[in-house]
């Protein structure tokens, strides 16, 4: 049977600018929506991370979330990219999710086969996963120097979507004005004692930049300032505190560049040259990769031989 068209002149309409009600990653649920489900429509193999899943079910996943979107062929590249990134994301809270909910019910999700179930739960149960996952619980729990584990206020919604909300009621949407949103408790305090120090950081900056202005003539106030001078004064604010890059803005923190494209506030963003160290390790990892897939493979061909046997002695 030959596939269905879809006229996806029809679809939902994509675009970066959010103009004309198209909507973008991050900003938008039905986008998320979208992917998550592709992503359960297709899973095929043991894919417990992104770097896990073949580029064939990547290419796969992208091309049936081209049946529920549409956009200018102009932007199609970054459209990948914002797909890779938001479906690499979603991935991994998914099967983060159905790992918890086994672990408490004895049950897989429905969208994931048995034997691809099999073999993901014993991956968990290698020595190498289960030291994987006590680090980055440990990590998670660091208390960072001193500054407690990180935590924020905004449950749920992403960054983005908190930015958005703020941009519909006419409030402050600058990158300060969210992460004090997602940060702030309703008392004043901070979650997040690096969300404290970052505040704190903005605040003296903002100072400076207006001290700065009125040095040159120009009688500002930090409510008349615009969207990118706000910007641009809290990534230099939260880079300055963090040295893990942009503190307080999840995936926004790519909207940076939208910020400042060329500006010397955000270093972190520049391309830096890879070591032959990294290169060696990144090679490594990626023949580590082919090797566990390979095996994976086996164990499915295996199971698949089982199966028919056992067909062929109930028939």
Not at 124 to 131: F, G, H, Q, R
Not at 240 to 252: C, K, M, W
Not at 274 to 291: A, F, G, I, V, Y
Request: proline residues 3%; contains cysteine.
């Amino acid at each position: 049977m030959e596939e269905a068209v879809v006229d996806r002149s029809v679809l939902p309409m994509l675009h970066p600018s959010r103009e004309n009600g198209a909507k973008w990653f991050n900003h938008d649920t039905q986008v998320s929506t979208a992917v998550r489900k592709v992503i359960q429509s297709c899973f095929k193999g043991p894919y417990y991370s992104w770097k896990k899943v073949p580029p064939f079910y990547k290419g796969t996943w992208f091309s049936l979330f081209k049946k529920k979107f549409n956009w200018n062929p102009a932007i199609n590249h970054q459209v990948k990219g914002e797909f890779d990134k938001l479906a690499a994301y979603r991935l991994k809270g998914m099967i983060s999710a159905a790992k918890k909910n086994a672990q408490k019910t004895g049950e897989k999700p429905d969208w994931i086969m048995s034997d691809v179930w099999a073999i993901m739960e014993a991956h968990w149960a290698t020595a190498k996963a289960i030291e994987k996952s006590a680090k980055a619980r440990a990590s998670r729990m660091s208390d960072r120097g001193g500054i407690g584990p990180y935590s924020h206020v905004a449950g749920s919604r992403s960054f983005a979507k908190v930015q958005d909300v703020l941009e519909a009621n006419n409030e402050d949407f600058c990158f300060f004005a969210v992460m004090k949103k997602t940060h702030q408790k309703a008392d004043g305090t901070y979650s997040d004692q690096r969300a404290r120090l970052v505040a704190e950081a903005y605040e003296k900056h903002l100072e400076e930049h207006l001290g700065q202005l009125e040095i040159a003539g120009e009688q500002r106030t930090a409510e008349n300032l615009g969207l990118r001078e706000k910007n641009e004064i809290y990534v230099k604010a939260a880079t300055g505190v963090s040295n893990q890059g942009i503190f307080g803005l999840g995936a926004l923190r790519s909207e940076v560049l939208l910020a400042g494209e060329a500006s010397s506030s955000a270093p972190q963003l520049e391309e830096p040259e890879m070591c032959p160290q990294r290169m060696q390790e990144m090679e490594t990892e990626l023949k580590e990769s082919r090797e566990e897939n390979l095996q994976i493979q086996r164990r499915l061909e295996a199971l698949e031989k089982k199966l028919e046997s056992l067909e062929r002695q109930n028939a």
